[in-house]
């Protein structure tokens, strides 16, 4: 008898193990099912959407539309679904690639813009003094992009919004200034159009043919596992820059129909607008020559090619006029 039962206690062992591995499993694949739903939410793109709107009928001051729109990208990219994810060490965030990606392009959109305001545009001229807030954000928001402790990037770019909410205040006030010149936006112009021009000739190497380089010789393709990166980087540049060239649009309104080059900047505005057009595509599709697939990063590199000639003429027309 006591064998006996010895056997079944064996057999409910084995039958615990077997419930409790179903469990696990069922637990894995719900959890699996969550983070897949939850990714699917928190690599949704903002829209185009103005950013910053007027809270009462006063007129903003010359310069304080571009510093809020920097503020308000800043604040986007922290605060959109899921946060900030280029430095999430845990899933479903660390399974993300794509967002990280579009993190990074309006994230170097919004540093080159910073810098502009320090270097160029809150001063009357190269021998001024910078402004004090404006030192400091600058820094702060070219912290590395993937800190996630002591102290984490999102920690540093949200003190480099403090310091500039204290330069838009000092605006208001008229302690600050911002100085609307053709050769402030020009330099400004001419870093943008740099980085669209690396930016299309990265996406222009995903056709499947080396580029000839320096010397004739051949460059190399853009590997088949980064095509999608470069183009979601791509997607976040143009999404920061429609934005900051709306708010340039408004704060060198004056200089752009001095220079003529209001429709040229329009124009640009368009181009990059319609980079923001839905991926129908559930991946980014890398087909060759005439075949049936769409090469989406040819696509993408058109528009910034377009965008990036107009550039280049625009920035004559405020050099020249």
Avoid at 178 to 198: E, I, K, M, P, Q
Avoid at 222 to 232: M, R, V
Wanted: one cysteine or more.
């Amino acid at each position: 008898m006591r064998f006996g039962k010895r056997t079944d206690a064996a057999g409910d062992s084995s039958l615990d193990g077997s419930t409790v591995g179903r469990i696990a499993l069922g637990v894995v694949l719900v959890y699996l099912l969550i983070c897949l739903v939850v990714g699917w939410y928190w690599s949704r793109e903002p829209d185009l959407s103005p950013l910053v709107v007027r809270a009462d009928d006063r007129p903003m001051v010359s310069g304080e539309y571009t510093a809020r729109t920097l503020h308000s990208l800043m604040g986007e990219l922290l605060s959109k679904p899921g946060g900030y994810l280029s430095n999430d060490v845990a899933p479903p965030g660390l399974w993300l690639d794509n967002m990280p990606n579009w993190e990074f392009g309006a994230l170097v959109q919004v540093r080159d813009m910073s810098r502009a305001l320090r270097r160029d545009m809150a001063r009357s001229q190269s021998q001024s003094k910078e402004d004090a807030n404006l030192a400091k954000a600058e820094p702060l928001f070219s912290t590395n992009n993937n800190r996630w402790m002591f102290p984490s990037s999102e920690s540093e770019y949200q003190h480099g919004m403090q310091q500039l909410d204290q330069y838009i205040a000092r605006l208001q006030r008229g302690d600050a200034y911002f100085y609307a010149r053709a050769d402030n936006l020009a330099s400004w112009v001419g870093d943008v159009s740099t980085r669209l021009g690396s930016l299309s000739q990265r996406l222009s190497a995903s056709v499947g043919r080396a580029p000839l380089i320096e010397g004739g010789k051949l460059g190399t393709t853009t590997p088949w596992l980064e095509i999608d990166d470069i183009f979601y980087e791509a997607r976040g540049t143009s999404w920061a820059l429609v934005h900051l060239l709306r708010a340039i649009e408004h704060d060198f309104h004056d200089v752009l129909v001095k220079k003529n080059a209001l429709v040229s900047l329009q124009q640009i505005i368009r181009d990059l607008e319609a980079t923001q057009e839905t991926l129908w595509s559930p991946m980014v599709l890398n087909g060759g020559g005439f075949g049936m697939l769409a090469n989406h990063s040819l696509v993408m590199a058109n528009y910034l090619s377009r965008a990036n000639a107009a550039m280049i003429d625009l920035r004559r027309l405020l050099e020249q006029g």
